[in-house]
T-cell receptor, first 119, second 109 residues
């Protein structure tokens, strides 16, 4: 249980275009999802926290107009990278918490990641 | 704020060697602690976790004990295999999740 999927697993796009990445919780309803980015050989950096039905909370330094997050249902959150540029090339990973699980664990379940390459 | 400090890598070991990857944390409350493993080109997989002091998490021969007195959660394995080659992340979760820098482990036959 507690499986999270991402689509696509990799994407290549031209500079200036927008790219949408989907994150789905497959066997549970996730009221909260998180988006991370990971540059090569670096750790995960939290970009934003997404709550179903409300606006995402962005970490300091993350441009909310560039990284649009929508969490319209309990099983789906999307991250849209608008007007992508080469410096946005990265590995984007989403995660979700299972509110029906042991909340005291504060455990997040991670998707497999999406590798974005902007040419 | 909450943070995790993890042993810098890379670490290169021979097969069947003993592994220790140090992890210490700073937290204002009582976080849950995790070790994740990331294989090349893949996302994170939960390796083990501990939710309170003196808890020992274990999985696939890996162990880590939640030490409140030393604020540590060191990862250990008695005999590593080539298939253990990956990047290991220590993480804590309280209101949100914070990751260490990651330690790249290479095990040579």
């Amino acid at each position: 249980g507690a499986v999270v999927s991402q689509h696509p697993s990799w994407v290549i796009c031209k500079s200036g275009t927008s790219v949408k990445i989907e994150c789905r919780s497959l066997d549970f309803q996730a009221t909260t999802m998180f988006w991370y980015r990971q540059f090569p050989k670096q750790s995960l950096m939290l970009m934003a926290t997404s709550n179903e039905g409300s606006k995402a909370t962005y970490e300091q330094g993350v441009e909310k107009d560039k990284f649009l997050i929508n969490h319209a249902s309990l099983t789906l959150s999307t991250l849209t990278v608008t007007s992508a540029h080469p410096e946005d090339s990265s590995f984007y990973i989403c995660s979700a918490t299972n509110p029906q699980g042991p909340i005291i664990y504060n455990e997040q379940f991670f998707g497999p990641g999406t590798r974005l390459t902007v040419l | 704020g909450n943070s995790v400090t993890q042993m810098e890598g890379p670490v290169t070991l021979s097969e069947e060697a003993f592994l220790t990857i140090n992890c210490t944390y700073t937290a204002t409350g009582y976080p849950s602690l995790f070790w994740y493993v990331q294989y090349p080109g893949e996302g994170l997989q939960l390796l083990l976790k501990a939710t309170k002091a003196d808890d020992k998490g274990s999985n696939k021969g890996f162990e880590a004990t939640y030490r409140k007195e030393t604020t540590s959660f060191h990862l250990e394995k008695g005999s590593v295999q080539v298939s253990d080659s990956a990047v290991y992340f220590c993480a804590l979760s309280f209101n949100d999740m914070r990751f260490g820098a990651g330690t790249r482990l290479t095990v040579k036959p």
